[in-house]
């Protein structure tokens, strides 16, 4: 096989770029998808049915239809309808961040009923509310146990980032196909990002060690 590394050079500054707005689109649907998702799992065990059922019915959409068709949907529905014209660098973010509330939502959920009720119980016994209970009680034990699940979730969205280059958000696989469709070459676009995702991702996989270890 006659690999060319001299292609990977050339387009070096692009892909370093795509990298960083891989990150950047990657860190900013993981903040807001955690956020949106903590909001999201209270909705759901929510003994109120008018707060249950649309937070059910979010993770169920969510979680049930294809990631690339949610991107479609907001890039080409959700964005013009609100500012009139399409995005593509919010239409990621908020795509992302839309699918990983739902799934993160989960995470939170499975995390805090694993926590067993009696210690909600005895916290209210000492005078607490239930919104104290959960602050200082529930959420500090069951972030622990979470932790994990957070971080394969992580993993995945950064993966699953490279989909939004079907809408042309300038990330790693934006300037990986532009390097392919320029020198009709197939193996030194596609290995090139898929040593970039690797880096991304066992960085990341490393971090979120560390802090599993220190929690």
Known sequence: MDFRFDIIWDYAPLLLKGTLYTIGISLSSILLGSILGLGVSFGKMSSRWFLRWPMQSYVNFFRGTPLLVQIYIVHFGLIPLLYGKTNAIIAAITALS????????????AGIQSIDKGQMEAAKSLGMTHGQAMRFIILPQAIRRMIPAFGNEFIVLVKD???VALIT???????SNAM?????RVWEP???AAFIYFILTY???KILGAVERKV
């Open 203 to 205: 960085t990341l996989n």
């Open 98 to 109: 839309l699918n990983a509330a739902a799934y993160t939502a989960e995470i939170y959920r």
């Open 180 to 184: 392919k469709a320029q020198y009709i």
């Open 190 to 192: 596609y290995l090139a």
């Open 161 to 163: 980032s490279s989909l």
């Open 169 to 175: 958000a300038p990330e790693i696989m934006y300037w």
